[in-house]
């Protein structure tokens, strides 16, 4: 379902993109070419910063944003989710964030005034706040990124890793592409 914020705002998606019915999108959403939005999922872009603007949130083209996902900013911040980056069932992204491009975010993650850069896998159940990852980087599952420290300790993703993250991506690009 898509509806108004406060603000006026709706959500503006394209006309290539598959949105589930049961998934909800709210306010100053931006949604791009070959989307997937699975069931379940909440976009809100409705928290308005104290002068009563609603920050966007931005879904590039070939995102895939599978069931349970929930995407939300603080009021007056940004979301960004790069063309091609994946987030798995239940992740949650909240901004202020940036998702670089063919990002994996897995299962029930927590994204949090981050920043990622491009092709960056964080696994299943790992939280990453207040940090900026570079490009590359790999994030195991269970983990918590808080840190300066801890992002020197990440390490490059593996092919096995990328090539995980581009079946995902084509996957759900497909199911954009038939429903």
Do not use: W
């Amino acid at each position: 379902m898509l509806y108004r914020n406060h603000a006026g705002d709706r959500p503006v998606v394209a006309a290539t993109a598959t949105i589930h019915p049961s998934a909800v999108v709210i306010g100053n959403v931006q949604i791009g070419e070959k989307v997937f939005v699975g069931p379940n999922a909440v976009i809100r872009a409705d928290e308005p910063c104290p002068a009563g603007k609603v920050e966007a949130i931005v879904i590039e083209s070939e995102v895939n944003i599978q069931d349970g996902v929930i995407i939300h900013a603080l009021g007056g911040s940004p979301v960004r989710i790069g063309k091609g980056s994946s987030l798995a069932h239940g992740a949650v992204i909240h901004g202020p964030c940036n998702v670089g491009e063919n990002c994996f975010v897995g299962f029930k993650s927590v994204v949090f005034k981050a920043d990622l850069g491009a092709g960056v896998v964080i696994q299943h159940q790992a939280l990453v706040e207040g940090v900026t990852i570079p490009e590359g980087m790999h994030i195991p599952s269970m983990s918590g990124v808080l840190t300066e420290e801890d992002v020197r300790q990440l390490r490059s993703v593996s092919p096995e890793l990328t090539a995980f993250a581009e079946k995902v991506r084509k996957t759900n690009v497909f199911l954009a592409e038939v429903a």
